[in-house]
């Protein structure tokens, strides 16, 4: 059932977001909205914004609401999402986030589903150790299971592959409190909703994108 899908991915840090709203994006042909990679680019340019966000991220924590909202619903509002829809990764994380996200979208392009990547602690906290990233797109890797072709260099873009500065075991554990503390009550809100998807995201890469293509398609074909 492709194209067009109005989504949110949620779940722990580690628990595959970012693989899985890529490879969503391209199944559903709607752009993949991540709002790390926004805060990165502005860490990049130097810019006042990015010296403040890099604060948080560096840290751990979340950026404060009144400017991932503020990003996020500029971007929103470009000619790609508006017809199509789109896949948020990194938004809303918090109960005001996803109030403010109702606004936005208004009523005629609600949510078709919120997904919600299942997975215990103690998977993200290995996975997360070994997670590398590209220092230009973005591209997640990891030095178990997933490594580029050629060590260091990214396979998309040839960008150089490192180790997040926010992937150490004190700031993993500390974004992870942060979650159980402001992100989990999410899962709640979007049960209360009807629109919450719960996915198993241990397994293969392609098992958990197979699971998350038959919850979302499962749930858009209730409103057609």
């Not at 559903?28 to 010296?51: L, M, Q």
């Not at 199509?84 to 005629?108: K, M, Y």
């Amino acid at each position: 059932m492709v194209p067009g899908a109005r989504l949110i991915v949620l779940g722990k840090q580690g628990a595959g977001k970012g693989t899985q709203a890529l490879r969503l994006s391209r199944h559903y042909v709607v752009p993949h909205i991540s709002t790390g990679d926004v805060f990165r680019s502005a860490v990049r340019s130097g810019s006042e914004f990015g010296k403040k966000a890099k604060e948080y991220l560096d840290a751990g924590d979340l950026v404060p609401d009144e400017v991932v909202i503020g990003v996020v619903e500029e971007r929103l509002t470009h000619d790609d999402t508006t017809h199509r829809g789109f896949i948020l990764d990194g938004f809303p994380r918090t109960v005001n986030q996803a109030e403010c996200l109702v606004s936005i979208l208004a009523p005629q392009h609600a949510l078709d589903v919120a997904l919600d990547l299942e997975i215990e602690t103690a998977h993200v906290m290995t996975r997360l150790a070994s997670r590398r990233v590209c220092s230009d797109c973005g591209a997640n890797y990891s030095v178990v299971d997933n490594p580029p072709r050629t060590r260091g260099i990214c396979d998309n873009c040839g960008g150089e592959v490192v180790q997040r500065a926010d992937d150490t075991e004190a700031a993993i554990r500390r974004r992870l409190e942060l979650y159980e503390r402001e992100t989990a009550p999410l899962i709640a809100w979007y049960r209360d909703q009807g629109i919450l998807g719960q996915i198993d995201a241990l397994g293969q890469v392609d098992e958990v994108t197979e699971r998350c293509v038959a919850e979302i398609d499962r749930r858009k074909q209730r409103f057609q």
